[in-house]
């Protein structure tokens, strides 16, 4: 029942909402420049790797070694926009659709946290990542990663057709709301250095949950 809901969803929302993908591309290709889409490797069921596909929201731009510069230093306020009306997501859909994806699950992070995740925090990994999730809808980027996973995990050990439809409804107050779009004095989302949920502020990724 999940799949079957995810491929109509997906497939009706993302025919119904061309023309604002559409727009977006073109905004993106004229503020930001090519390549309009960000992909990038995450894992998804069982930690097996996916590439999943957002609307880009951030320049390129390197320090004098060539190394990208902070999230807060490459994120435009047409970027923060696209953040904040969660329109870069719209895109996921298509990794929904494909069948790497839910429409509801925990979210798909970086491949590098793998080995840094407790076996409690890996099992995260035993559903689909979803666009959206019991974390998103109870504190998103507002909350350490420690509380994060164990929204997590009580969605893995409790998800039912009622709760998606909850998440589902909230998620819509959340983005109509723009609320928990960033942590606290970061840009986006601190980077994940270990399973006790420690932050390296000094360290960044293109990461929004």
């Known amino acids: 029942m999940k799949r079957t809901i995810d491929i109509v969803i997906s497939f009706f929302t993302l025919v119904m909402l061309t023309p604002v993908l559409v727009y977006v591309a073109l905004k993106v290709r004229r503020n930001l420049g090519s390549p309009v889409f960000f992909t990038q490797e995450r894992p998804g069921l069982n930690g097996k790797p996916f590439y999943m596909v957002k609307f880009r ?25 696209l953040r904040g009306s969660s329109l870069d997501e719209l895109p996921e859909l298509w990794n929904v659709l494909k069948g790497d994806m839910s429409l509801v699950g925990p979210r798909p992070l970086l491949m590098q946290y793998l080995p840094l995740y407790s076996k409690e925090q890996y099992r995260r990994h035993e559903m689909k990542p979803g666009i959206t999730g019991w ?24 998800q039912s057709l009622w709760l998606d439809i909850k998440i589902l409804f909230m998620t819509f107050k959340k983005v109509l ?4 779009i960033s942590a606290d004095d970061h840009a986006t989302m601190p980077y994940f250095t270990g399973a006790s949920g420690d932050m390296d502020s000094k360290k960044h990724k293109e990461l929004k949950d």
């Open 57 to 81: 929201t951030m320049r390129d731009a390197c320090d004098a070694d060539g190394q990208p510069l902070p999230d807060s230093e490459r994120l435009t306020d047409f970027g923060r926009w």
């Open 177 to 180: 709301f723009k609320d928990d």
């Open 135 to 158: 974390a998103q809808i109870n504190g998103r980027n507002a909350i350490s990663w420690k509380e994060k996973f164990k929204l997590d995990i009580w969605y893995v050990d409790n």
